[in-house]
């Protein structure tokens, strides 16, 4: 069992800059704001999830905060450092949205994994014995030794994304950003990436999610920040009712918050699904 979200934040949070902050960020697609002013923070060593219905700018906010698309007004910063100016890519592994892959190139899964050990190779050229090791590490904490040298678009969409998660893991990031993770994802496999993420937790990192349904990771989340039409309308623990109603009436993604379905602990049983 890991521990407690508030006993790993109070001993992390001492040391370093905090991995994210998000200060009054404006995002404008297509000529319209979709994200009008959010604010927020993850702290080292935190777990914090990003829930909202569809459309509330969940992606859009994630994808800004990355990098991926501009700002209109705000400021993003990463361990302390503005986001224009960042960089230290290999402390962050960001897996987008429905990440799979299978990019129509015949890649193994070792080498689809050791791609994101690009961030520490600005200059790419062979990979060094340091790199090696952390993609068989990345590959074995996803559970995917055995299939290593195979095409990794021969997959199933559940272990094509966990080669995705091995990707962002692999060059051991301080802060691990996952748009939906768990999009597709069976309930044994939920449970496995759970106990995943309580290691890495463990080890000080900190996790920002977008998620629909907390399953199995809420006993070990710090904080739940609700999008709601582009604004934060709740940021706080992801239990008891404040957080239910500041998903009302758009809680249809969040059926659990509404009735709870049977609880699947952290301690199960710890294997992937296909
Ligand atoms: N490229 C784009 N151009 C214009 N509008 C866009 C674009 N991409 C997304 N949008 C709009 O921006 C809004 C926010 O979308 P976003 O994907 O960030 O929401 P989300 O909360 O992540 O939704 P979901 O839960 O469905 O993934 C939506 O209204 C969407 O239609």
Same mark, same amino acid.
């Given at each position: 069992?890991?521990?407690?979200?508030?006993?790993?934040?109070?001993?992390?949070?001492?040391?370093?800059?905090?991995?994210?902050?998000?200060?009054?960020?404006?995002?404008?697609?297509?000529?319209?704001?979709?994200?009008?002013?959010?604010?927020? %923070?993850?702290?080292?060593?935190?777990?914090?999830?990003?829930?909202?219905?569809?459309?509330?700018?969940?992606?859009?906010?994630?994808?800004?905060?990355?990098?991926? @698309?501009?700002? %209109?007004?705000?400021?993003?910063?990463?361990?302390?450092?503005?986001?224009?100016?960042?960089?230290?890519?290999?402390? @962050?592994?960001?897996?987008?949205?429905?990440?799979?892959?299978?990019?129509?190139?015949?890649?193994?899964?070792?080498?689809?994994?050791?791609?994101? /050990?690009?961030?520490?190779?600005?200059?790419?050229?062979?990979?060094?014995?340091?790199?090696?090791?952390?993609?068989?590490? %990345?590959?074995?904490?996803?559970?995917?030794?055995?299939?290593?040298?195979?095409?990794?678009?021969?997959?199933?969409?559940?272990?094509?994304?966990?080669?995705?998660?091995?990707?962002?893991?692999?060059?051991?990031?301080?802060?691990?950003?996952?748009?939906?993770?768990?999009?597709?994802?069976?309930? /044994?496999?939920?449970?496995?990436?759970?106990?995943?993420?309580?290691?890495?937790?463990?080890?000080?990192?900190? @996790?920002?999610?977008?998620?629909?349904?907390?399953?199995?990771?809420?006993?070990? @989340?710090?904080?739940?920040?609700?999008? /709601?039409?582009?604004?934060?309308?709740?940021?706080?623990?992801?239990?008891?009712?404040?957080?239910?109603?500041?998903?009302?009436?758009?809680?249809?993604?969040?059926?659990?918050?509404?009735?709870?379905?049977?609880?699947?602990?952290?301690?199960?049983?710890?294997?992937?699904?296909?």
């Amino acid at each position: 069992m890991t521990r407690s979200a508030s006993t790993r934040s109070a001993s992390a949070r001492s040391t370093g800059a905090d991995p994210l902050v998000v200060d009054d960020v404006h995002v404008a697609l297509g000529g319209r704001e979709v994200v009008r002013g959010v604010s927020l %923070a993850v702290h080292p060593s935190e777990f914090v999830v990003l829930l909202g219905s569809n459309g509330s700018g969940k992606t859009t906010l994630m994808r800004a905060a990355m990098g991926v @698309i501009p700002i %209109a007004a705000g400021q993003v910063r990463l361990f302390g450092t503005p986001l224009r100016r960042f960089r230290d890519r290999q402390r @962050i592994g960001y897996v987008p949205q429905r990440s799979t892959a299978a990019a129509g190139v015949p890649s193994t899964v070792r080498e689809v994994v050791m791609s994101g /050990r690009l961030s520490r190779r600005p200059h790419a050229g062979r990979s060094s014995r340091d790199d090696r090791s952390a993609v068989a590490e %990345a590959i074995a904490l996803v559970d995917l030794e055995d299939y290593a040298t195979q095409p990794a678009a021969e997959l199933s969409g559940g272990q094509q994304q966990r080669v995705m998660l091995a990707r962002g893991l692999a060059s051991r990031p301080d802060l691990l950003v996952l748009d939906e993770p768990t999009a597709g994802v069976d309930a /044994r496999s939920q449970v496995a990436l759970a106990e995943l993420f309580g290691r890495l937790l463990g080890e000080g990192r900190a @996790i920002f999610m977008v998620a629909h349904e907390l399953g199995p990771f809420e006993p070990m @989340i710090d904080r739940a920040v609700v999008l /709601r039409s582009g604004k934060v309308s709740y940021d706080g623990p992801c239990t008891g009712g404040d957080l239910a109603a500041a998903s009302e009436p758009h809680n249809q993604h969040h059926p659990h918050l509404v009735e709870p379905g049977p609880h699947v602990g952290i301690d199960g049983t710890g294997a992937w699904g296909a």
